[in-house]
């Protein structure tokens, strides 16, 4: 399985924002689209990553407040990436080994989405669903030995 079979289940719809906004205006789009990650766009290139994980930290740093913080302050710079050909076995490594939870999908510079740890770990619970589905059919179908075994 690789990241477009992941990309054409969720669909590509995508959260942007600019490094100018403001920080408090980036969560209220969070909040609204029960979304854990916008993507920072900046002259239609990838500019960053804003996530949950650096809005909490903004919040600790600045003792609650995120009065006049810009986007461009908190967000994480230089995401992880991956493609539409990357396996699905690689991101969650990628996920795993640096701790990200949202990964931008980047193809021929062009941003396709993003996919999260939920999505990856929901297209390998319904891959091995399937699997087993198949397999308990298989065993259930299993052909009758039509030779007794000797006395």
């Not at 990650?37 to 239609?44: A, G, Q, Y």
């Not at 690689?90 to 021929?108: F, K, S």
């Not at 740890?117 to 589905?133: M, R």
Request: charged share 25%.
């Amino acid at each position: 399985m690789k990241v477009h079979d992941i990309l054409r289940v969720k669909g590509s719809t995508l959260f942007t924002v600019t490094p100018e906004t403001l920080l408090q205006n980036a969560v209220l789009v969070m909040s609204d689209h029960d979304i854990g990650s916008l993507i920072v766009m900046e002259h239609d290139k990838l500019a960053g990553i804003l996530t949950f994980r650096e809005v909490i930290q903004a919040l600790a740093k600045n003792h609650g407040k995120l009065d006049g913080l810009q986007v461009r302050s908190v967000m994480n710079q230089n995401p992880l990436t991956c493609n539409m050909e990357t396996e699905i076995d690689e991101v969650r490594r990628m996920m795993l080994v640096d701790h990200a939870r949202y990964l931008p999908v980047i193809d021929q510079k062009m941003l396709m989405g993003v996919i999260s740890f939920y999505d990856v770990a929901k297209s390998v619970v319904e891959a091995q669903d399937f699997e087993n589905t198949m397999l308990k059919a298989y065993i259930r179908d299993w052909p009758e030995d039509t030779q007794k075994a000797p006395n």
